[in-house]
């Protein structure tokens, strides 16, 4: 149960850190800390047991029905990452406490990344695929709100639109190769999916879902040709940039590799299509960088080239290689975190990151410096820095390795060159940055930063060298338990250690290390052959692209709509004839065996009272009050039927739906013309009348087929379990809060979405505003009369008390939440038809959005509530309970989700009417005033 609060704490913390605002720096830093702190002791209290091989898991029901809980494991994988995540979160936090200006919102910044470390929490910790996927895609969205912090710039919202696009598309082709391994393995559940590595890659699928599998990690971890959008992404704040682009949302792609590495590895078309993948990226990163003016942009292309090292080392056909991939993960998120804080201080104290412009700040900020550099030669692979043990690991696994057959020599050759392009960049970063004689024309005069801006970056330059030097010590522990989750057995003999003695890998890097100096000392002969080479705009590229399918998409559309609705519903209909007619015709006999009911007298006039109303609003449909009229009678004899059938539920509902709606539509009508003209030829009114003839023919006969077979039902179950299972023994109430409460939370959401949606319509949108009526007579002088007013004000408390009534009785008798919002809505539209808007505003002053707002939010934390209890969401709970002055009485949990339900129908309901009246009034206060 604990682990559940891991990732739970952090989604606790973005949701605090959205309401710091108004407190002090320093308090708003202290409270966003506090929940990834607390988070991070939980983990260091499961990581002894994890530590010694154990891995720990947690499950809760999601959705029983589909095989889906909601599961959480924490084994040695997990761990480290868990550990990156919150500990490099947590020095970002407090560095962005003195980054960011007094311009720019903090409890913004703080609430996006607290969200962003949720979702990376929840993908390396998810046991369930789907589960995974979903806080995959939560990645996307909420690095797309970071990297449009600063949403006032052009680039950041043009690299915030690519980093989603590239990384939502490639989720779509994860989504598709983990439904697949499901479907193969028969089950979401990592534990089983990684035990069964037999069955997946001997099923004739295997081939396309590791593909898609792969697109959705190359995509996120900025691998070749997808590399295009982290540059981009630069435009982001720069703890955003250190957090996301270095720690974890790019290493979000390498864990997915490290991850399936049980079930997916070990074919030739893994190592074939991540090994190459990885070397491309590797050479073409550290090719491109060395030749980066921009700071960010430096180390933005040093990431891509790391994170191509790291998946060339998954590639690799070797267990050693898969411990150095994890052991380079660790050391290249310390050295690049730290790095980009770094750029960031020298952004922060001189106003630009040219390095042309940017020398001799060694002499104004030499502490910084001292630490940039000690970074700088960990990414370079210096020896006693914790990037030089990782490398010659790199080094001596392509020496061991057979992926390409007799041309895998090659592979330690690039390994070696691309080793020298990285210690030739690194050379850069240092020697343009902090010698090179003077600065150019800076912004600001350079000074070392506030005190604790520089102690996240003392903590892991500190650890770059515990970690090179003592890393037996150091990282051995973690390294061995999360390289035995990603190979799933036994763990290879190795041996941490800064000296092996002289061999081939030793040698290596010391080619690597005097060709990259080389490299940076003759830069200019490859400066000059760059520039000689044609521009590539990977950014002008994607918007081209994105042009190029947005002019197809709206020629296709120009091509389909041409804005006649009649069309639209015509070829609606052809469809839906060739989809259910067709079968009607190989039916031998369209009766079934089930008597026909005998048509009473009540039902005869019932039928034809909905038949009369509904040719009459077809009939009157050009004259819109009178086809309004009409529908009603439609709707009450829809809501007569219900009550002759005994469903009380369905009929209170309809009536109460039917009055809200009326009412809406008359004041929409408020805004049309009051007749339409006509608009149809005699030919064309012939038509319509055929296809709607033949669909009521197919329609009836459809109905008429059921009607008169046998049906199975599953209102016994209902029925049977109603009582017993929700506490309630109003069936229809225990459906929509217990059985399927899912449905009715999803409903509320969508309810609530849409009045949203119609508040701003209406907010912004232009409208007709009539001065007469349809016989153009002058609106009445007297707006609100005194008779309705008064009547209104003394119906106002009875309704609310039957509303509550209603509300409290729905769990055992017809009536529930639902009803008893419509019943409170109309109750107040009452109110806004006899007062009108301003009257009701200056004695009801709500804010209808926080009322939608607290219903979803209540019904939701109902559901969560279940899991507490190892229950599966949105479980029923009751009781019987003896209470002073009323006696034995039920008590369900379900009456508080039915509470959310209320609020979310009330605050919808009313937001849209009041909306409309508003709008209706204020015509009117218009015209009066003319």
């Known amino acids: 149960m604990t682990l559940l609060w891991i990732p739970l704490l952090s989604l606790i913390g973005s949701v605090i850190s959205a309401f710091t ?43 029983p029905s589909l095989g889906l809980d909601f599961s959480l494991r924490l084994d040695g994988l997990s761990l480290l990452f868990i550990f990156m995540i919150l500990g490099i979160g947590l020095l970002v936090i407090l560095y962005s406490r003195y980054y960011l200006s007094n311009n720019d919102s903090m ?49 950041a919202r043009k690299g915030a639109r690519m ?57 996120k971890s900025a691998q070749f040709p997808f590399h295009f959008w982290l540059p981009h992404a630069m435009a982001a704040p720069t703890p955003v940039s250190a957090y996301l682009h270095s720690a974890t949302m790019v290493k979000a792609g390498i864990f997915l590799l490290a991850r399936f590495y049980p079930a997916l590895a070990g074919t030739e078309m893994w190592f074939i299509l991540v090994a190459l993948t990885g070397l491309i990226t590797l050479l073409f990163g550290a090719y491109v960088a060395l030749f980066k003016h921009d700071l960010k942009g430096l180390l933005a292309y040093s990431t891509i080239s790391h994170l191509g090292l790291i998946t060339l080392l998954l590639g690799l056909d070797t267990e050693l290689a898969t411990v150095a991939a994890i052991f380079h993960i660790i ?23 040219d390095m042309r412009k940017l020398n001799g700040m060694w002499r104004f900020m030499p502490y910084t410096a001292t630490l940039a550099m000690v970074a700088a030669a960990a990414m370079a692979g210096v020896p006693l820095l914790n990037g030089f043990i990782s490398k010659e690991m790199f080094f001596a696994e392509t020496l061991h390795q057979q992926v390409l057959g007799s041309m895998s020599w090659l592979i330690p050759v690039l390994a070696t060159i691309a080793g020298a392009f990285a210690v030739a960049y690194s050379a850069r970063f240092i020697h343009d940055v902090f010698f090179n004689g003077d600065p150019i024309d800076l912004p600001r005069t350079p000074h070392e930063p506030p005190r604790y801006m520089r102690v996240p970056i003392e903590i892991l330059v500190v650890l770059c060298l515990l970690v090179g030097m003592f890393p037996h010590f150091v990282v051995d522990g973690i390294l061995s338990a999360a390289s035995l989750a990603v190979l799933g057995k036994a763990m290879p003999e190795y041996q941490l250690s800064i000296w092996h003695g002289f061999n081939l890998p030793l040698l290596m890097s010391a080619m690597a290390v005097a060709g990259g100096l080389f490299i940076y000392v003759n830069r200019k002969h490859l400066f000059q ?14 918007d081209h692209l994105v042009q190029c399918v947005i002019d197809w998409s709206q020629d296709k559309i120009n091509k389909t709509e041409n804005g006649s609705l009649q069309r639209y519903v015509f070829i609606m209909l052809g469809v839906i004839l060739l989809a259910a007619g ?111 003839s033949t669909v009521g023919v197919v329609i009836a006969s459809i109905c008429y087929a059921l009607l008169t077979r046998p049906l199975d039902s599953i209102s016994d179950f209902f029925i049977a379990n109603a009582k017993t299972g929700g506490g309630g023994t109003n069936v229809v109430n225990v459906i929509l809060v217990d059985f399927r409460g899912f449905d009715t939370l999803g409903e509320i959401t969508v309810l609530g979405i849409a009045a949203l949606g119609i508040f701003k319509l209406l907010s912004r949108i232009p409208l007709f505003m009539p001065a007469t009526d349809s016989d153009g007579r002058s609106w009445a002088r007297e707006r609100h009369p005194i008779l309705l007013a008064s009547i209104s004000q003394s119906l106002l408390p009875l309704a609310l008390l039957v509303s509550a009534y209603i509300f409290l009785r ?79 009485t039920e008590l369900a949990s379900a009456i508080v989700f039915d509470l959310g339900v209320y609020l979310t129908v009330v605050g919808a309901t009313l937001m849209i009417l009041a909306s409309l009246g508003d709008m209706t009034t204020s015509a009117e206060q218009k015209e009066g005033d003319v």
Request: glycine fraction near 8%; charge should be neutral.
């Open 331 to 353: 050391n290249h998120a310390t050295f690049k975190a730290s790095l980009f804080m770094a750029t960031g201080i020298i952004d922060h104290e001189t106003g630009t990151r």
């Open 163 to 219: 980093a989603l696009t590239v990384t939502g598309a490639g989720g779509l082709a994860l989504l598709g190769g983990l439904l697949i391994i499901g479907d193969i393995v028969g089950s979401y559940n990592l534990d089983i999916i990684l035990a069964s590595r037999a069955i997946i890659q001997s099923h004739d699928l295997y081939e396309l879902a590791l593909v898609l599998v792969l697109l959705g990690a190359f995509t």
């Open 810 to 888: 729905g769990h055992n008798l017809p009536g529930g939440g639902f009803i008893a919002g419509l019943v409170t809505s109309i109750a107040f539209i009452l109110q806004y038809m006899a007062h009108g808007s301003t009257w009701i505003s200056e004695r009801f002053d709500v804010n209808y959005r926080k009322i939608i707002a607290s219903g979803i939010a209540i019904a939701m934390f109902t559901g969560v509530g279940s899991w507490f209890f190892d229950k599966p969401f949105l479980t029923t709970w009751f009781d019987y309970f003896d209470i002073p002055f009323i006696g034995k």
């Open 582 to 692: 067709w079968p009607l015709f190989e039916m031998q006999k369209l009766a079934g065996s089930v008597p026909n009911t005998p048509v009473d007298l009540h039902n005869g006039i019932g039928a034809s009272l909905l038949i009369v109303g509904a040719i009459a609003t077809v009939i009157s449909h050009r004259s819109r009050m009178v086809a309004l009229l009409m529908v009603s009678i439609v709707g009450l004899m829809v809501a007569v039927v219900f009550t002759r059938f005994s469903a009380p539920d369905l009929a209170l509902t309809q009536l109460t739906v039917e009055v809200a709606t009326i009412i809406l539509l008359m004041l929409a009508l408020f805004f049309l013309p009051q007749s339409t003209p006509r608009e149809s030829s005699s030919l064309r009114i012939l038509r319509d009348l055929s296809i709607a």
């Open 21 to 63: 605002g108004k407190l002090t720096r320093n308090q708003a830093t202290s409270l966003t800390m506090l929940a990834p702190l607390i988070a991070l002791c939980i983990t260091l209290y499961h990581a002894p047991a994890v530590l010694a091989g154990e891995t720990i898991r947690f499950s809760a029901a999601w959705i």
């Open 529 to 542: 052959f760059q520039a000689s080479l044609p521009p590539l705009n990977a950014k002008k590229m994607f």
């Open 107 to 155: 409890a913004k910044l703080y609430s996006y990344l607290m969200l962003f470390m949720t979702a990376m929490l929840g993908i390396v910790m998810s046991n369930n695929v789907i589960q995974l996927w979903v806080f995959w895609e939560l990645t996307s969205i909420s690095s797309f709100l970071l990297i449009s912090y600063w949403w006032h710039k052009s680039e």
